[in-house]
């Protein structure tokens, strides 16, 4: 029997951003709605209902706290869901949702409000990795060619300076998890112009393991992005039904 204790994840819902990309007059993108729900509930629902996860923490824009409480405060007590405020960059936000954490979290899982679409196999792929290997992030192999445009001049139209070999090149998501003690050592080290975590990881010279991810954990940018993430849910079979009658893709995982 072993007495290793079992890890115990605190989920960062980074929720902060100024959303400039989506450029939506109503809403910003963690709190549009999908599928009659706000995008970062979806990407919380995946991670509450988790035995393993001990605590999450959404973290919003100061701008935000008032409409956040009004449309999602009677919600938030009952889904045990914590609120913090973020800061200018993404790594502010991260260290903001590090310092609301309580003791019982061996490890962290950062994961982008506006990837809506993470499937529960994928998680339980990422926290098993990083149980394992102290970090490890969802990532997705590039399958396109990839090209670096030049410098347009002021409104030129863009150009091909080069083609980027493509080989060995994965598209990082999240949730990137870590074991706690790493990731609260890598954040005392951070600058400023860091776009994920695991920056901050490698930067230390550790290893972090990646985890083949789907195309379809895609992290809501533009608008566009919505309806993608709405064809995805919908085609999403249901968890098997409580009456228990057969779901004709409960062996298909790609989507779980
Ligand atoms: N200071 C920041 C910046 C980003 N994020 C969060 O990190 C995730 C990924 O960031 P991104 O897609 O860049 O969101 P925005 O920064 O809002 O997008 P934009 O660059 O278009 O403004 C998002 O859930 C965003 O809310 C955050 O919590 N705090
Ligand atoms: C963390 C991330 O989703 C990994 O691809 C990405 O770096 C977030 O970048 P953004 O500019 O904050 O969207």
Same mark, same amino acid.
């Given at each position: ?37 706000? /995008?970062?509930? &979806?990407? =919380?629902? +995946?991670?509450?209902?988790? %035995?393993?996860?001990?605590?999450? !923490?959404?973290?919003? $824009? ?45 490890? /962290?899982?950062? &994961?982008? =409000?506006? +990837?809506?679409?993470?499937? %529960?196999?994928?998680?339980?792929? !990422?926290?098993?990795? $990083? ?45 990137? /998890? ?79």
């Amino acid at each position: 029997m072993s007495d290793t204790p079992k890890p115990r994840f605190a989920v960062i819902l980074v929720a902060a951003g100024r959303s400039e990309r989506f450029a939506d007059a109503n809403y910003k993108k963690p709190f549009a709605p999908l599928c009659d729900r706000a /995008v970062w509930l &979806h990407s =919380a629902e +995946r991670f509450m209902e988790r %035995d393993d996860v001990c605590q999450v !923490v959404v973290v919003i $824009a100061e701008e935000d706290r008032e409409d956040f409480q009004r449309r999602f405060g009677p919600n938030l007590a009952f889904m045990s869901v914590e609120v913090c405020v973020g800061g200018a960059n993404r790594g502010d936000s991260v260290r903001a949702g590090l310092a609301k954490l309580t003791d019982g979290a061996t490890h /962290v899982a950062v &994961h982008d =409000a506006a +990837r809506p679409c993470v499937a %529960d196999k994928e998680i339980d792929a !990422v926290f098993a990795a $990083a149980s394992r290997d102290g970090a490890a992030i969802l990532a997705a192999r590039v399958a396109d060619t990839i090209k670096r445009a030049k410098a347009p001049a002021d409104g030129g139209k863009p150009s091909i300076e080069e083609t980027v070999p493509r080989d060995g090149l994965w598209a990082a998501q999240t949730p990137q /998890v870590f074991c706690r003690k790493l990731l609260e050592r890598a954040h005392e080290a951070a600058g400023e112009g860091e776009t994920d975590d695991a920056q901050l990881i490698e930067r230390l010279g550790e290893p972090v393991t990646l985890v083949e991810g789907s195309p379809m954990n895609l992290k809501i940018t533009k608008r566009m992005d919505l309806k993608l993430a709405e064809l995805i849910l919908k085609a999403r079979p249901p968890k098997d039904p409580a009456g228990g009658f057969a779901n004709p893709f409960a062996g298909d995982d790609m989507w779980r």
